[in-house]
């Protein structure tokens, strides 16, 4: 199966769509080659998703995440896992922004100073970051929790991508080489914050608006705009008119995909003079031809419940 991800490179100060990566190497890695002009900028990986949503629904048999009141060996490989993908720049610690991006991930909420102070109170830091062996304290004391234990390790793991099995199915873990053949300096920061005009869906829409087809036209009233490349396929609709419009989107007809959202028939709500992302595909077998077919048609706004 090829690698459900793509790399963009969006220049910080006009948050423009540089580069994209369009290759994936024999070994199954995406690769990107690009000449810089010298500045910031922000590098933004992306899924389809495909893959987890068309999950197959099979028994899973679960795997212990407790043995002796202690955490199981299983379980205390999968956090240390867990420990290497939030360590982005690869200095075995975590720091508090790597920290904070566990903690949104795993309870949905931010790291305050009240928390971040009670983290530096109780476990193992080291020039202010989080160990690897306070990070698994803080998971062994979660254990002995009367009220969560168990299953608030499992509540993590899950909001990490580990199903009941502690098998990584629901996340993309990716490490990044970076290399120059000039003489140059190149600064990497592992995470920045981004504005609501540097978001994901907004540089996966730009490429797709500058560098996708143009490959159905309904009047005046909607564009569908598709990219095709050997790993995916993404569509979205751009509404011309200056009010919402509802669009079915059709994906009988496909061949050898996997689909996000899951459905050969949906209907979604596109906002005026906004272009949204409709649809994803992405092939199921690598040895068989990869099929894509979408098509799209309006429909009348729906009637208000009485």
């Known amino acids: 199966m090829l690698p459900d991800l793509t790399l963009y490179v969006v220049k910080k100060d006009d948050n423009s769509v540089v580069f994209m990566s369009k290759e994936v190497t024999d070994s199954g890695r995406v690769s990107l080659e690009a000449t810089l002009v010298p500045g910031e900028y922000v590098l933004q990986t992306h899924t389809t998703s495909c893959n987890f949503v068309n999950e197959p629904n099979l028994p899973v048999t679960p795997v212990p995440v407790k043995t002796d009141s202690k955490l199981s060996a299983d379980a205390r490989k999968v956090l240390e896992n867990v420990f290497h993908c939030l360590d982005l720049n690869g200095d ?3 720091s508090r922004q ?4 566990f903690h949104r991930t795993s309870s949905g909420e931010a790291l305050d ?9 109780n476990f193992d830091l080291k020039e202010d970051c989080v ?6 304290k803080l998971h062994e004391m979660a254990l002995e929790d009367e009220e969560g234990g168990e299953e608030e390790i499992r509540e993590t793991l ?3 991508g580990y199903n009941e099995a502690l098998l990584l199915v629901k996340a993309v873990p ?3 080489d970076i290399y120059s053949d000039a ?11 981004l504005t609501s005009n540097q978001t994901l869906e907004r540089s996966v829409v730009r490429c797709l608006e500058e560098g996708g087809t143009v490959s159905q036209v309904i009047e005046e009233k909607c564009k569908l705009y598709t990219q095709t490349l050997p790993w995916k396929s993404t569509s979205a609709i751009k509404n011309l008119t200056d009010k919402p419009l509802r669009v079915e989107v059709n994906t009988v007809g496909s061949g050898n995909c996997l689909e996000n959202p899951p459905y050969r028939k949906h209907i979604l709500t596109v906002q005026p003079n906004k272009t949204m992302i409709c649809h994803h595909f992405s092939p199921e077998l690598r040895s068989k031809p990869f ?4 098509k799209i048609r309006t429909v009348a706004p729906a009637k208000p419940k009485s």
Request: proline share 5%.
């Open 113 to 121: 100073d009240a928390m971040w102070s009670v983290i530096k109170d």
């Open 158 to 160: 899950t909001s990490m």
């Open 183 to 193: 003489e140059v300096t190149i600064t990497v920061q592992g995470l920045v914050p």
């Open 131 to 136: 160990t690897m062996e306070g990070f698994l």
């Open 92 to 94: 075995r610690l975590l």
């Open 98 to 101: 790597e920290f904070e991006l």
């Open 174 to 176: 990716w490490h990044m």
């Open 291 to 294: 099929k894509p077919t979408i």
